[in-house]
T-cell receptor, first 113, second 114 residues
Framework: QQQVKQSPQSLIVQKGGISIINCAYE??????FPWYQQFPGKGPALLIA?????SEKKEGRFTISFNKSAKQFSLHIMDSQPGDSATYFC????????????FGKGTKLSVKP | NAGVMQNPRHLVRRRGQEARLRCSPM?????VYWYRQLPEEGLKFMVY????????ESGMPKERFSAEFPKEGPSILRIQQVVRGDSAAYFC????????????FGQGTRLTVV
């Protein structure tokens, strides 16, 4: 019920290509879905987030697509660059008093020049 | 505007010792969260605190682990009598009162138990 399932575990993309990472959740109480980017030895950095009242959110080369009925959301990285090589985590949370996030296991993205 | 500050960045403890991890939230943030990350794993929620209150500790091991966020000073995650299985990266995150859950993370403390 509390799980967030993320796929693929690893992803190799050519420079300029589109990177797509998918996540699925069970708990319909979740109402906040962020994506984090983490470089080795660093903390996760908030990349982009969406709430279920919209189906898509775009910030620069990063887009979240959200499918409420399927309980799925995905991150698309357009024109992928070698500097995007990192581990990406999706997460889900609910507002109010809970506050904590449930994280997926991560996707290690490698963008080849 | 400084981000979430954690110290130390690296901590080595022998089995049986105590580990104290510190976290200062972002300016203006009153909510603090602690997460643990094992190698090649996602982050696992441990505890959620506000000033002088533990809001949710459902992810904390029942023994040896405790957390506090006093009125003054940083939040502290304390691990007593550490064991090898406690070796992990511990991340603190903070959020503001009106954007609970929109958490910004620190750089983490990497604990190694030898």
């Amino acid at each position: 019920q509390q799980q967030v399932k993320q796929s693929p575990q690893s992803l190799i993309v050519q420079k300029g290509g589109i990177s797509i990472i998918n996540c699925a959740y069970e708990n319909t109480a979740f109402d906040y879905f962020p994506w984090y980017q983490q470089f080795p030895g660093k903390g996760p950095a908030l990349l982009i987030a969406i709430r279920p009242d919209v189906s898509e959110k775009k910030e620069g080369r990063f887009t979240i697509s959200f499918n409420k009925s399927a309980k799925q959301f995905s991150l698309h990285i357009m024109d992928s660059q070698p500097g995007d090589s990192a581990t990406y985590f999706c997460a889900a949370g609910s507002g109010g008093s809970q506050g904590n996030l449930i994280f997926g296991k991560g996707t290690k993205l490698s963008v080849k020049p | 505007n400084a981000g979430v500050m954690q110290n130390p960045r690296h901590l080595v403890r022998r089995r049986g010792q105590e580990a104290r991890l510190r976290c200062s939230p972002m300016k203006g943030h009153s909510h603090v969260y602690w997460y643990r990350q094992l190698p090649e794993e996602g982050l696992k929620f441990m505890v959620y605190l506000q000033k002088e209150n533990i809001i949710d500790e459902s992810g904390m091991p029942k023994e040896r682990f405790s957390a506090e966020f006093p009125k003054e000073g940083p939040s502290i995650l304390r691990i007593q009598q550490v064991v090898r299985g406690d070796s992990a990266a511990y991340f603190c995150a903070s959020s503001s009162r009106d954007r609970v859950g929109e958490a910004f993370f620190g750089q983490g403390t990497r604990l190694t138990v030898v």
